[in-house]
């Protein structure tokens, strides 16, 4: 086994070279597999490893949380040639590893509070089964001071090694939106920090082999920490003001989204949209916990946070108000929701809040036909006509381009007429929709109430 702390990059600089060191990935949901399947495809055989016997028993089978079938057609493929092996044996599993990847993130308990058992507990199990000259490298998303504190310590307390002498360790997270499709690690922007530089320089030949470029080196943890966090809280903040400018559009009853285009915002993306709301959702109470920490008060990042959040509420209201002007309401109501069926999305919100108040409701996603790790797995329709036989109402939360072409005429053939169309993406024109028969109701589209 190579020592990976002190790597040179002779060592791992050709396929044949790599495919004889195993990489270690603790965690099997999206992030855990772009970096299993980016370090096999450099040619790295590689465990992956998860505390969840579900999610072992389902990649062990080539299947994943996410169902990308794209994904799951190369995992397949790994998996029969050897080069991807799945295991719950977390001990087993860094023991036959140089490189240990952690890509486990804090949950939030019922108080929105972070909590960080889960990342504990796994780098005890870590630390047990490290040896001299591995390379750990955390992937999550982490408050200010924990990789640091909490990674660091745990594995020197539990290993009796020392970080920089003995096994390396690098903080290196990357960012996924849950809802969007799975993409290579190349196309990331990959950032390295250390508490050495003996770690850092490793930790970057080793990103390198698989990003196909460079990575940026940052020689302080927290600083990278902060900036991550800090990226988190500008998107959020921008996505908030989006959105309140959007239900400021509706009261005044003009167009947002036409609004919009006359105003100067730097090329960067500045629109409202419901679909987003999660992709920020834990690692946004991630800073506000290390500000909370440092008796630092956040309110703007605070304040975006409960505006994103309350959207997806907003979103119910426009469908009362759509169902309300067909002459029906949301009790008893059949509402076909087209969204992304993975788990903790926005759209999974949505269904949960409709079901509530008593709503039938039914989902649909062109990207995945069946998940059963889905929030919403039993109202997942296969086909858009299963889905909206006879709705109410569509609601349209994400704008993936099968939803781009809607068939208006072939929809009212099937719904019970009259009918609606909540459109939570911005992608269709008002006037369009309503010639075609039904009742508009649109995120930021000022419309007349008929």
């Not at 996924?176 to 850092?200: H, M, N, R, T, Y």
């Not at 929701?337 to 108040?357: I, N, Q």
């Not at 381009?401 to 019970?416: G, P």
Request: aromatic share 6%; hydrophobic share 40%; charged share 30%.
């Amino acid at each position: 086994m190579a020592a990976f702390l002190h790597l040179k990059t002779e060592e791992i600089d050709t396929k044949e070279k790599r495919e004889k060191y195993t990489v270690c990935v603790i965690g099997c949901e999206e992030k855990g597999i772009l970096y299993a399947v980016s370090f096999v495809e450099a040619g790295f055989k590689v465990v992956c490893t998860d505390a969840d016997q579900t999610l072992v028993e389902h990649l062990s089978k080539g299947k994943t949380v996410f169902s990308d079938r794209e994904i799951e057609t190369r995992l397949k493929s790994f998996l029969r040639r050897g080069r991807l092996s799945v295991t719950s044996e977390l001990h087993n599993a860094v023991s036959q590893s140089g490189i240990v990847i952690m890509t486990l993130t804090a949950k939030l308990d019922g108080k929105k509070q972070p909590d960080y058992s889960e990342v504990e507990s796994a780098c005890k199990q870590v630390g047990k089964a490290l040896s001299r000259g591995m390379l750990f490298i955390y992937g999550g998303i982490a408050g200010v001071g924990f990789t640091e504190g909490v990674v660091k310590e745990t594995l020197e307390n539990t290993s009796g090694l020392r970080v920089g002498e003995d096994f390396g360790l690098v903080y290196s997270p990357i960012r996924f939106f849950s809802g969007q499709p799975l993409d290579s690690i190349a196309k990331q922007e990959l950032k390295v920090a250390a508490l050495d530089e003996a770690s850092l320089d490793s930790a970057a030949k080793v990103l390198e082999v698989i990003t196909g470029k460079a990575v940026k080196q940052i020689p302080d943890v927290k600083t990278a920490e902060a900036a991550l966090l800090f990226t988190i809280a500008k998107q959020d903040a921008n996505l908030a003001l989006a959105n309140e400018l959007a239900v400021f559009c509706e009261n005044a009853g003009i167009d947002c989204f036409e609004t919009l285009k006359l105003v100067d915002v730097d090329g960067e993306s500045f629109s409202p949209t419901v679909e987003a709301e999660e992709v920020n959702r834990n690692e946004a109470y991630l800073l506000l916990e290390s500000a909370e920490n440092l008796n630092a008060k956040l309110r703007l990042p605070a304040l975006a946070r409960k505006i994103n959040e309350d959207l997806v509420r907003h979103a119910i209201n426009l469908t009362k108000d759509a169902l309300r002007s067909c002459g029906k309401t949301v009790r008893r109501a059949r509402v076909a929701v087209f969204g992304t069926a993975k788990p903790k999305t926005a759209t999974t919100m949505f269904v949960k809040m409709l079901e509530r108040r008593g709503a039938k409701a039914s989902v649909y996603d062109p990207l995945v036909s069946k998940n059963e790790f889905s929030d919403v797995a039993r109202v997942l329709k296969k086909s858009m006509k299963e889905a909206v036989e006879g709705a109410d109402c569509i609601v349209v939360l994400t704008g993936q381009d099968q939803f781009k072409r809607l068939n208006f005429k072939r929809l009212q053939a099937v719904m019970k007429i009259p009918a609606a169309i909540v459109d939570l993406t911005g992608m269709y024109e008002p006037k369009k929709v309503e010639r075609k028969g039904f009742t508009y109701r649109g995120l930021g589209r000022g419309v007349e109430k008929k």
